[in-house]
């Protein structure tokens, strides 16, 4: 996914993929917007249709600068998400829609565990 257009945050750009599993299955993905905002796309899981869930979220650069220096975890960098606003998609569908949730909303059962810190030797 290395542009997506016309999403509730504005025209995605990408700038790099955070945390990935084996070079394969990027998990945390960064981009930024028309507006200079950075988002963050988070994949959760897989539906029962067998389609990739992620979701996007706002996130301020300092909160981002806290998780590289493992000062937060993975779970509280997605907590700290601007106005708790998140949009679930799932890309795979010929049409897919945005759908507006707060954190409670999110998929738990996909969520990094409490003990998850960035290592980008381990990730990446």
């Known amino acids: 996914m290395e542009y997506l257009e016309k999403t509730p945050l504005g025209n995605l750009m990408y ?5 990935d599993v084996f070079g394969h299955l990027p998990l945390t993905i960064e981009y930024t917007n028309q ?3 950075t988002v963050l796309v988070e994949w959760v899981n897989l539906d029962d249709d067998k389609y990739d869930v992620y979701f996007m979220y706002k996130i301020e650069m300092e909160t981002l600068s806290k998780f590289f220096r493992k000062d937060i975890n993975h779970l509280t960098l997605i907590k700290s998400a601007i106005d708790d606003k998140y949009y679930e998609f799932k890309p795979g569908k010929s049409k897919s829609k945005f759908i507006s949730l707060n954190y409670g909303g ?3 059962d996909g969520l990094p565990k ?11």
């Open 15 to 19: 700038v790099r993929t955070l945390l």
């Open 35 to 37: 507006y200079g905002d």
């Open 106 to 108: 999110l998929r738990h």
């Open 114 to 124: 409490p003990e998850s810190f960035y290592d980008k030797d381990y990730w990446l």
